[in-house]
């Protein structure tokens, strides 16, 4: 309490001085109240955001100084020990943090997987529970057409031909929500097809080049799959862009995606910005990668376009992709 009472209202020493200081007390006197200091400068790390490699420079320059001038074996091993415990201490913050994180990302990643789940029932039942419905209406439609008169069975084939648009729509879109070829062939033929028909819908030419082949995991591909749907979506209602261009490849063990177009752009350091309100959109795709191990970065420039890069770390078990011709 001493010690905190001197430095209240003082400015805050510097983080390295700090640490020789705390330090320096408990391999001198110990105790628990030193250690607290280590747990303190831990906490207080992570708020200044100090690297583990940083940290461990920081120590091996303290722990080096008293064992040059410590005499003896014995001071020796006693240095080393309370070495040890004074930087496991200070490092607790950081594996709290890191758990946090860790179980922040599972539940991101079953909620995800929940989503997903849902998404596939309401596309299965628009595909199979509407297009009954609509055969239905077919059916009642022909007894209707065999009761009417001649000149009016010209006006019920109208009526035929926006139900076939109908149900051919309610087929795309429901293509679209989930995929089978997402499942089936995976994520590169699933944003070949979504691009296409975007693409006929917009009226915007959607160019994709493709230098990866090969499968990822399951929940890898779907991640994947949302991400650039939402970018697509957001180029095509925002962007009032002429072309958009979606390029994926693998740079060592990293997979890259870019969704790239030559529209309006805008500030994304106002975006980004404090206590700016982000779309939700950028949000969910920010979520999405994360939970997956991903990240997602911004490039935009007023009347020049916008580019979203995804990077996505991949385990060398399965990233023995070859490139696609």
């Known amino acids: 309490m001493k010690t905190a009472t001197k430095r ?5 020493a510097n983080f390295e001085e ?3 200081s705390a330090f320096g007390e408990y391999t001198r006197s110990g105790g628990e109240a030193a250690l607290g200091r280590a747990y303190e400068l831990g906490r207080r790390a992570i708020t200044e955001k100090k690297s583990f490699m940083e940290i461990a420079f920081m120590h091996h320059q303290a722990i080096h100084g008293m064992l040059v001038e410590a005499q003896g074996a014995a001071r020796h091993q006693e240095l080393l020990k309370a070495a040890g415990d004074f930087l496991a201490e200070m490092l607790s913050p950081y594996e709290m943090a890191h758990r946090g994180v860790q179980d922040a990302i599972a539940a991101l990643r079953r909620l995800n997987e929940t989503l ?4 596939k029932r309401i596309a299965y039942a628009v595909h199979d529970e509407a297009g009954q419905l609509l055969v239905a209406v077919h059916l009642a439609l022909a007894d209707v057409a065999r009761e009417l008169p001649e000149r009016h069975k010209e006006q019920m ?7 076939n648009q109908v149900e051919k729509q309610l087929r795309r879109y429901s293509h679209e929500l989930r995929p089978t070829v997402l499942d089936d062939l995976g994520w590169i033929p699933a944003i070949r097809f979504l691009a296409e028909g975007v693409s006929k819908r917009a009226n915007l030419p959607i160019h994709i080049k493709v230098a990866f082949a090969g499968r990822l995991p399951s929940t890898t591909e779907v991640a994947l799959y949302r991400v650039v749907q939402e970018a697509l979506t957001n180029a095509v209602k925002h962007a009032k862009a002429s072309n958009i261009w979606v390029r994926a490849w693998r740079d060592e063990f990293v997979l890259c995606c870019s969704i790239r177009d030559d529209g309006a752009g805008f500030d994304v350091r106002a975006l980004q910005a404090v206590g700016c309100r982000k779309g939700l959109g950028l949000i969910g795709m920010q979520e999405r990668l994360s939970a997956i191990g991903g990240t997602v970065r911004i490039e935009s420039h007023r009347g020049r376009g916008t580019e ?3 990077r996505l770390p991949m385990e060398d078990t399965y990233a023995n992709s070859r490139s696609a011709r």
């Open 8 to 12: 209240r209202g003082k400015t805050p």
């Open 157 to 163: 084939g109208r009526v035929e031909e926006l139900l």
């Open 116 to 119: 997903e789940e849902e998404i």
């Open 308 to 310: 979203l890069l995804i």
């Open 18 to 20: 700090e640490y020789r």
